[in-house]
C-alpha cells in the first residue's frame, strides 16, 4: 500500500507538474467571473516556473544531499561485500525492446565494475525489483546482472534481491539475503542524492553500511551561481532533489529511515 500510495500521491505533488496544473487553471479562470484570481495565479505559476527551470535553485536544492556522504578514502581496507542499488535502467524500455536500457544514473554500473576488479574477493549483491505501477516492467537485478556479466564479471559472484521495490524494502530484503556479520564492511553504491535515504534505511534494519556515492549531479558550491540553459533541464533536477527530501521526511515520520537527515 505504501508503494503505491507514494507513487500516486508524487503523481499528483510533483512541483513541475504542479506549477503547470496551477499556470492551467488560472489561465481557464481568466474567462469567469474569478479572472483576478486567475491572473494572479497564471502569473505566480509563470513565475515560479521560470525561476525554477532557470536559476540555480535545483543546484541549491540537491547539493546538500550530494555531500553529506563524502567517498570512502583511497586507504580504506577492502570491503567484505558491496551492494548496487537499482535506479539505473529504464525498464519499461528495457522490458519493451528485450535490451539492458540505461539512464542517466547509469555511473552506478560502471562504478560497480571498477569496485569488482578492485575487490575480487568481495561479495556483490544487486538489490532492485520492479518500480512499475501501470506498465509491465523487469526487475533491475535482472537487467544489472545480464549487464555486468558481459562486463566480464564472474556471474557467479553476482547475488541478486528483485523483490524489493523501493529504497527501504533494498535495505529489508537485502539484510534478510546477505545475513551480514558484524564485524563485516560492506559498500553502498548509489547516487550521491540518493545516499542520505539510503543509510538510513540500511541503518533502521540494522546493516551498517559505508557508502560509496556516485552519479553527482553538480559540481558542488561553485554551481550555487550556475544557472540552467533549459528550462526543462532545471525542472527536472528540481524534481529530483524535491522528491528525495519529501521522501526522506515520509520515510522518517514513518519509521522507514534512522534519521530525518542520516549522516556519518
Given at each position: 500500500m505504501f508503494f503505491y500510495l507514494s507513487k500516486i500521491l508524487w503523481f499528483f505533488f510533483e512541483p513541475s507538474s504542479l506549477l503547470v496544473v496551477l499556470a492551467v487553471a488560472g489561465v481557464l479562470a481568466l474567462f469567469t467571473r474569478w479572472w483576478r484570481a486567475g491572473r494572479a495565479v497564471a502569473t505566480a505559476a509563470t513565475v515560479l516556473l521560470l525561476i525554477a527551470g532557470l536559476s540555480p535553485l535545483g543546484h541549491a536544492v540537491i547539493l546538500p544531499l550530494e555531500n553529506r556522504f563524502p567517498p570512502p578514502p583511497a586507504d580504506a581496507p577492502a570491503p567484505d561485500g558491496i551492494i548496487l542499488l537499482g535506479g539505473a535502467f529504464d525498464t519499461l524500455v528495457s522490458s519493451a525492446r528485450d535490451v539492458s536500457a540505461l539512464n542517466e544514473a547509469a555511473?552506478?554500473?560502471?562504478?560497480?565494475?571498477?569496485?569488482?576488479?578492485?575487490?575480487?574477493?568481495?561479495?556483490?549483491?544487486?538489490?532492485?525489483?520492479?518500480?512499475?505501477?501501470?506498465?509491465?516492467?523487469?526487475?533491475?537485478?535482472?537487467?544489472?546482472?545480464?549487464?555486468?556479466?558481459?562486463?566480464?564479471?564472474?556471474?557467479?559472484?553476482?547475488?541478486s534481491e528483485d523483490r524489493s521495490r523501493n529504497t527501504f524494502q533494498n535495505a529489508l530484503m537485502t539484510k534478510s539475503m546477505v545475513v551480514p556479520k558484524a564485524s563485516e564492511r560492506w559498500l553502498l553504491v548509489t547516487?550521491?542524492?540518493?545516499?542520505?535515504?539510503?543509510?538510513?534505511?540500511?541503518?533502521?534494519?540494522?546493516?551498517?553500511?559505508?557508502?560509496?556515492?556516485?552519479?553527482?549531479?553538480?559540481?558542488?558550491?561553485?554551481?550555487?551561481?550556475?544557472?540552467?540553459?533549459?528550462?526543462?533541464?532545471?525542472?527536472?533536477?528540481?524534481?529530483?532533489?524535491?522528491?528525495?527530501?519529501?521522501?526522506?521526511?515520509?520515510?522518517?515520520?514513518?519509521?522507514?529511515?534512522?534519521?530525518?537527515?542520516?549522516?556519518?
Amino acid at each position: 500500500m505504501f508503494f503505491y500510495l507514494s507513487k500516486i500521491l508524487w503523481f499528483f505533488f510533483e512541483p513541475s507538474s504542479l506549477l503547470v496544473v496551477l499556470a492551467v487553471a488560472g489561465v481557464l479562470a481568466l474567462f469567469t467571473r474569478w479572472w483576478r484570481a486567475g491572473r494572479a495565479v497564471a502569473t505566480a505559476a509563470t513565475v515560479l516556473l521560470l525561476i525554477a527551470g532557470l536559476s540555480p535553485l535545483g543546484h541549491a536544492v540537491i547539493l546538500p544531499l550530494e555531500n553529506r556522504f563524502p567517498p570512502p578514502p583511497a586507504d580504506a581496507p577492502a570491503p567484505d561485500g558491496i551492494i548496487l542499488l537499482g535506479g539505473a535502467f529504464d525498464t519499461l524500455v528495457s522490458s519493451a525492446r528485450d535490451v539492458s536500457a540505461l539512464n542517466e544514473a547509469a555511473e552506478r554500473l560502471a562504478e560497480l565494475v571498477v569496485l569488482a576488479r578492485r575487490y575480487p574477493r568481495a561479495r556483490i549483491v544487486i538489490s532492485g525489483g520492479s518500480g512499475g505501477v501501470l506498465y509491465d516492467r523487469v526487475a533491475e537485478a535482472g537487467l544489472a546482472r545480464r549487464m555486468l556479466a558481459e562486463a566480464g564479471l564472474d556471474p557467479l559472484r553476482l547475488e541478486s534481491e528483485d523483490r524489493s521495490r523501493n529504497t527501504f524494502q533494498n535495505a529489508l530484503m537485502t539484510k534478510s539475503m546477505v545475513v551480514p556479520k558484524a564485524s563485516e564492511r560492506w559498500l553502498l553504491v548509489t547516487s550521491a542524492y540518493h545516499m542520505p535515504r539510503a543509510v538510513g534505511c540500511f541503518r533502521r534494519v540494522g546493516f551498517p553500511v559505508v557508502a560509496h556515492p556516485v552519479d553527482y549531479r553538480t559540481r558542488g558550491t561553485q554551481d550555487l551561481l550556475r544557472p540552467f540553459g533549459r528550462v526543462s533541464e532545471g525542472l527536472r533536477r528540481v524534481d529530483l532533489a524535491t522528491r528525495e527530501w519529501v521522501g526522506l521526511v515520509v520515510y522518517y515520520l514513518t519509521g522507514r529511515t534512522s534519521a530525518l537527515l542520516p549522516g556519518r
